[in-house]
T-cell receptor, first 114, second 111 residues
Framework: DAGVIQSPRHEVTEMGQEVTLRCKPI?????LFWYRQTMMRGLELLIY????????DSGMPEDRFSAKMPNASFSTLKIQPSEPRDSAVYFC????????????FGPGTRLTVT | DQQVKQNSPSLSVQEGRISILNCDYT??????FLWYKKYPAEGPTFLIS?????DKNEDGRFTVFLNKSAKHLSLHIVPSQPGDSAVYFC??????????FGTGTRLTIIP
């Protein structure tokens, strides 16, 4: 069975450019989470969805960040415009309603903004 | 305001010995705690969890201890094996799907 799929795995972009990260959750999972990992702050929850509806976006750093989940099998995290401080590893994770604490993470997207 | 803290960024342990990873939290409303393990270039994977109504949970070589009065939990790995070398994240929740993670501890098992 395929796990959580993220693309791209690596992204290098210049400051000011738009960046779009993509995620395909595990089929049948109804929760989807976006996290950011940095050395200083560890794993931070940015936003999560339940049945494609955003439930909590309090972790989204600022208006430059937006996330969508148009259907149960796809989600995007967009940064526009990107800044060097956005450089981090971004993880997508999914879970089922019954096993909500066991979140299944994708391999992550390493974003570098120069 | 880091609500979940892992004050040791790294830890080295001899193979076969016990590894003890520590985690402190500040939010007394947390009632469920978890440990995740992460290898390089992979996402974290769930390892073990504990409810606040318990003070110990064991799964094979892994045991998690919870001290609610001290707002402290620890993960014990006995015996430590080379494959245990990874970054370990502590996480906490108020009984829902929103997890708050710590900054992680890199464990290195020395052969």
């Amino acid at each position: 069975d395929a796990g959580v799929i993220q693309s791209p795995r690596h992204e290098v972009t210049e400051m000011g450019q738009e960046v779009t990260l993509r995620c395909k959750p595990i089929s049948g999972h109804d929760y989807l989470f976006w996290y950011r990992q940095t050395m200083m702050r560890g794993l931070e929850l940015l936003i999560y969805f339940n049945n494609n509806v955003p439930i909590d976006d309090s972790g989204m750093p600022e208006d430059r960040f937006s996330a969508k989940m148009p259907n149960a099998s796809f989600s995007t995290l967009k940064i526009q415009p990107s800044e060097p401080r956005d450089s981090a590893v971004y993880f997508c994770a999914s879970s089922s309603g019954t096993g909500w604490y066991e979140q299944y993470f994708g391999p992550g997207t390493r974003l570098t903004v120069t | 305001d880091q609500q979940v803290k892992q004050n040791s960024p790294s830890l080295s342990v001899q193979e076969g010995r016990i590894s003890i990873l520590n985690c402190d939290y500040t939010n007394s409303m947390f009632d469920y705690f978890l440990w995740y393990k992460k290898y390089p270039a992979e996402g974290p994977t769930f390892l073990i969890s504990i409810s606040s109504i318990k003070d110990k949970n064991e799964d094979g070589r892994f045991t998690v201890f919870l001290n609610k009065s001290a707002k402290h939990l620890s993960l014990h790995i006995v015996p430590s094996q080379p494959g245990d070398s990874a970054v370990y994240f502590c996480a906490a929740t108020r009984g829902n799907e929103k997890l708050t993670f710590g900054t992680g501890t890199r464990l290195t098992i020395i052969p």
